[in-house]
């Protein structure tokens, strides 16, 4: 890090906190963030985070053990809120003796962010607006992240620049602020960092990093994609408050109104309740998400992807693009 001197300094509350040279997350991404990537992001300097999603506690379980037997460094764990084993994989996380763990997908259940604490372990939750920052920083987060519209995935409504300017200047002195959302190069970092953030994460950058399980076709989509690909859901119908998700067009995109139009009928029907629908959404998106990935059905499964990855042109190792993030940066502090 001496090589990077002033994004050293403006970094220092952040890898303080997570233990790592260089406050850069990696953002949980389902099926990705696993432990090939996650090791190697911690082994470069960074911060990787398991993404937990759908997992039972005994893949979660394995999950870690694996990715600790690739890394002495830290990681983190993202757990989803709606995930109805909450619980369990805090449990599990606290038998690892896990540092970190991320809190995402709406408001964290009562107790939950008592029950981190409980087992040692730092709490990091998502803040979509200054009022909810505040109140989850009054219930007990350790720090947040503050995600715009930009990234990939599950979106709030308003953009990262925007909600920098809200959030930074009102918490960062007293806080610690991750900004997440549309960061592919270190110019970005850089002028989050003079605001106030005491790091960023980036994920869409990282999907496609060699050391990345994700299928060549899934990468060879993102490589050809300009930030324009990257479309957010539509939601079809307001009683199913469906999170809008960004990923990059395809039939899958259109397949996904089509299951919503289906779930909302059921509902309408009463063959299910709220949460179930929600839950039968969520589920599709796994499925969709891991179709694309793993199989690499990049016309039928979903490619979530965020705004950046017009800026995803080849495949490279991680320890390479943490290492050109950490140059930009340092060369944008230093012209200034």
């Not at 299928?215 to 994609?225: G, I, L, V």
């Not at 998106?285 to 694309?292: K, N, T």
Request: glycine share 12%; hydrophobic share 50%; charged share 20%.
């Amino acid at each position: 890090m001496t090589k990077f001197p002033h994004s050293a300094r403006l970094m220092q509350r952040g890898t303080a906190f997570l233990g790592c040279e260089t406050a850069i997350l990696c953002g949980a991404m389902s099926w990705v963030s696993e432990r090939h990537l996650v090791s190697a992001i911690s082994n470069a300097g960074g911060f990787g985070v398991i993404a937990c999603g759908a997992m039972t506690p005994e893949l979660l379980d394995a999950e870690i053990a694996a990715t600790r037997a690739l890394t002495g460094k830290p990681f983190g764990v993202n757990l989803i809120t709606m995930h109805p084993l909450l619980f369990d994989l805090i449990a599990v996380c606290g038998r690892h003796g896990v540092g970190h763990v991320v809190l995402a997908g709406g408001i964290p259940p009562k107790g939950s962010v008592e029950a981190i604490a409980a087992i040692g372990a730092k709490v990091i939750c998502f803040a979509p607006t200054l009022a909810l920052a505040k109140k989850l920083l009054r219930s007990g987060a350790d720090a947040l992240v503050i995600e715009g519209m930009e990234a990939g995935g599950h979106i709030g409504p308003v953009a990262t620049s925007v909600l920098a300017q809200e959030i930074l200047p009102e918490l960062a002195e007293e806080h610690l602020v991750f900004v997440a959302g549309g960061i592919g190069k270190g110019q970005a970092m850089a002028s989050y960092l003079e605001m106030g953030a005491a790091g960023v994460q980036l994920g869409t950058r990282f999907a496609c990093a060699t050391e990345s399980i994700a299928h060549p076709e899934f990468k060879k989509a993102f490589f050809r994609a300009s930030a324009r690909d990257a479309v957010a859901s539509v939601q079809v119908d307001p009683r199913l408050p469906v999170i809008p998700v960004r990923a990059l067009k395809n039939k899958g995109t259109e397949e996904f109104t089509a299951k919503q139009i289906e779930v909302a009928a059921r509902l309408d029907r009463g063959e299910v309740g709220m949460e179930e629908a929600q839950l039968q959404i969520e589920q599709y998106w796994a499925g969709a998400l891991r179709r694309a990935v793993i199989d690499g059905d990049v016309e039928g499964g979903s490619l979530m992807a965020g705004q950046s990855v017009g800026m995803v042109k080849a495949e490279e190792p991680v320890a390479d693009i943490i290492a050109q993030l950490m140059a930009e940066c340092e060369e944008a502090l230093e012209r200034r």
